[in-house]
């Protein structure tokens, strides 16, 4: 990680870590960048944050004013961005938003022309603009400044790509709720499902500016189970602010989270010749039980660090079709190089459809054992997490649940945060774990607070 930009982009509370400067000057670099030898072409997606308007006019100034012509998709998702860049030859994209963080919080991620995420080395020379480690550079003259140019086509490219996926099966005769989280999804997922003939209840689709991801979407998936349950629905699917995470709910209101989905879908690619490498990609996250199942599945696995771009970057490497997060970023690789909420929902459903079972039953062979997670704001997190007190304690509590749980202790890559959490038989010897570890860190000097 560099100094601004993180695992998941330049992220940071709006106006106070990441203002309209950083963005102007980063539309100035990648315009300069991209443009050596020719026009640059730069496309720029927006989730529905107030702030998201002015970051994204601040990223156009910069871009044509080194030259390089800006596109604008509007509000869209970050996975509609990546396919959009990597399908109409785009130098690179821009995604403006703080995915499922609270509105006043907003970021910025950078994407390559394959529709991946940009590469650290491009992104530590951005840095080193920002903070004016290297000679100003020139502006474009006279006719060879940039034009800003609405680029609606695109986001209904992408619309239609979505639908294509569904060849050969339809949501006819078929209810779904869908939860947009107030963000990018809210006029996109509707217009899925409908034409695919689906029934659609939807919540979440009123963005006012304030209101992504407030006690709503995929973070909040009470609110999903409770329109299912209200509902005579086959199941639910709720997305988070920027569209690249989905969480499902079954016909009773239960939680299919990440691990349930790549179990499901990995199942029905494996039985029907669609995963000839047998193999799922999770994080160190997945619960014991994704792994339990599995292993009676006979469907290998591969561990990686958090984040879907670990993820990705394995299944790239290794040729590995499907991987994912519990937190519902799933990739599937035939479709898609990132996470994508809506191509997720879609997957779920052809399953649902095809096995004519209901989630509930797919979902059944994938127990849940506890974990508690508890974020632990720290005064400094490197430090914390190297120190010999906290790792011994660490050390402590995984011995106390050898062979009958574990324990995790990780950094966050956007917050002044140490996740620790742990698994086990039962919720007690959770929190006992986890407790011990944030008592050392207080013991340390290290705590600031404790949020569940």
Same mark, same amino acid.
């Given at each position: 990680?560099?100094?601004?930009?993180?695992?998941?982009?330049?992220?940071?509370?709006?106006?106070?870590?990441?203002?309209?400067?950083?963005?102007?000057?980063?539309?100035?670099?990648?315009?300069?960048?991209?443009?050596?030898?020719?026009?640059?072409?730069?496309?720029?997606?927006?989730?529905?944050?107030?702030?998201?308007?002015?970051?994204?006019?601040?990223?156009?100034?910069?871009?044509?004013?080194?030259?390089?012509?800006?596109?604008?998709?509007?509000?869209?998702?970050?996975?509609?961005?990546?396919?959009?860049?990597?399908?109409?030859?785009?130098?690179?994209?821009?995604?403006?938003?703080?995915?499922?963080?609270?509105?006043?919080?907003?970021?910025?991620?950078?994407?390559?022309?394959?529709?991946?995420?940009?590469?650290?080395?491009?992104?530590?020379?951005?840095?080193?603009?920002?903070?004016?480690?290297?000679?100003?550079?020139?502006?474009?003259?006279?006719?060879?400044?940039?034009?800003?140019?609405?680029?609606?086509?695109?986001?209904?490219?992408?619309?239609?790509?979505?639908?294509?996926?569904?060849?050969?099966?339809?949501?006819?005769?078929?209810?779904?709720?869908?939860?947009?989280?107030?963000?990018?999804?809210?006029?996109?997922?509707?217009?899925?499902?409908?034409?695919?003939?689906?029934?659609?209840?939807?919540?979440?689709?009123?963005?006012?500016?304030?209101?992504?991801?407030?006690?709503?979407?995929?973070?909040?998936?009470?609110?999903?189970?409770?329109?299912?349950?209200?509902?005579?629905?086959?199941?639910?699917?709720?997305?988070?602010?920027?569209?690249?995470?989905?969480?499902?709910?079954?016909?009773?209101?239960?939680?299919?989270?990440?691990?349930?989905?790549?179990?499901?879908?990995?199942?029905?690619?494996?039985?029907?010749?669609? %995963?000839?490498?047998?193999?799922?990609? $999770? !994080?160190?996250?997945?619960?014991? /039980?994704?792994?339990?199942?599995?292993? *009676? =599945?006979?469907?290998?696995?591969?561990?990686?660090?958090?984040?879907?771009?670990?993820?990705?970057?394995?299944?790239?490497?290794?040729?590995?079709?499907?991987?994912?997060?519990?937190?519902?970023?799933?990739?599937?690789?035939?479709?898609?190089?990132?996470?994508?909420?809506?191509?997720?929902?879609?997957?779920?459903?052809?399953?649902?459809?095809?096995?004519?079972?209901?989630?509930?039953?797919?979902?059944?062979?994938?127990?849940?054992?506890?974990?508690?997670?508890?974020?632990?704001?720290?005064?400094?997190?490197?430090?914390?997490?190297?120190?010999?007190?906290?790792?011994?304690?660490?050390?402590?509590?995984?011995?106390?649940?050898?062979?009958?749980?574990?324990?995790?202790?990780?950094?966050?890559?956007?917050?002044?945060? %140490?996740?620790?959490?742990?698994?086990? $038989? !039962?919720?007690?010897?959770?929190? /006992?774990?986890?407790?011990?570890?944030? *008592? =050392?860190?207080?013991?340390?000097?290290?705590?600031?607070?404790?949020?569940?």
């Amino acid at each position: 990680m560099g100094k601004y930009f993180g695992t998941d982009g330049f992220r940071g509370e709006a106006n106070k870590n990441l203002d309209p400067v950083h963005a102007f000057k980063i539309g100035r670099y990648l315009g300069w960048h991209f443009g050596q030898d020719h026009r640059a072409r730069i496309v720029i997606g927006k989730d529905t944050r107030r702030s998201s308007y002015m970051y994204e006019n601040a990223l156009a100034a910069g871009l044509v004013s080194s030259g390089a012509d800006a596109y604008l998709l509007h509000v869209t998702t970050t996975p509609g961005v990546a396919y959009i860049t990597r399908t109409e030859g785009f130098d690179c994209g821009v995604m403006i938003s703080a995915s499922h963080n609270p509105y006043y919080d907003n970021g910025i991620k950078l994407i390559n022309h394959e529709g991946e995420k940009m590469d650290d080395e491009l992104q530590d020379a951005i840095e080193r603009y920002i903070d004016g480690l290297v000679p100003e550079l020139p502006y474009a003259l006279r006719e060879y400044i940039g034009q800003t140019v609405d680029f609606y086509s695109g986001r209904s490219r992408y619309i239609g790509r979505l639908v294509t996926l569904a060849e050969g099966f339809s949501f006819e005769n078929r209810v779904v709720a869908l939860d947009c989280a107030n963000g990018s999804t809210w006029m996109i997922a509707r217009s899925v499902f409908t034409a695919l003939g689906a029934k659609v209840i939807v919540v979440g689709d009123r963005p006012d500016g304030t209101n992504i991801n407030d006690h709503c979407g995929s973070t909040h998936i009470e609110r999903l189970q409770e329109l299912v349950r209200s509902n005579q629905v086959d199941c639910g699917f709720a997305f988070d602010g920027d569209g690249d995470r989905c969480m499902a709910v079954d016909e009773r209101g239960e939680v299919v989270n990440g691990d349930k989905i790549m179990y499901i879908c990995a199942k029905f690619m494996r039985d029907n010749g669609l %995963l000839p490498d047998n193999t799922v990609v $999770t !994080t160190v996250m997945s619960n014991m /039980g994704l792994y339990k199942a599995l292993d *009676a =599945a006979g469907i290998r696995y591969e561990q990686t660090a958090v984040g879907d771009r670990y993820v990705y970057e394995n299944m790239k490497a290794n040729d590995h079709l499907i991987g994912g997060e519990q937190s519902g970023h799933i990739i599937f690789r035939r479709s898609a190089r990132s996470g994508d909420g809506i191509i997720t929902a879609i997957m779920v459903m052809e399953v649902l459809i095809k096995t004519n079972l209901p989630l509930s039953v797919l979902a059944a062979p994938v127990p849940t054992y506890p974990q508690v997670l508890k974020n632990v704001v720290v005064t400094d997190k490197a430090a914390a997490l190297a120190d010999e007190a906290v790792q011994a304690e660490t050390a402590a509590a995984e011995k106390e649940l050898a062979g009958d749980g574990r324990v995790l202790l990780r950094a966050s890559g956007t917050e002044p945060v %140490l996740r620790v959490m742990s698994e086990a $038989t !039962t919720r007690e010897k959770c929190e /006992g774990a986890v407790d011990r570890i944030i *008592a =050392a860190m207080e013991r340390q000097g290290y705590l600031v607070e404790v949020r569940k």
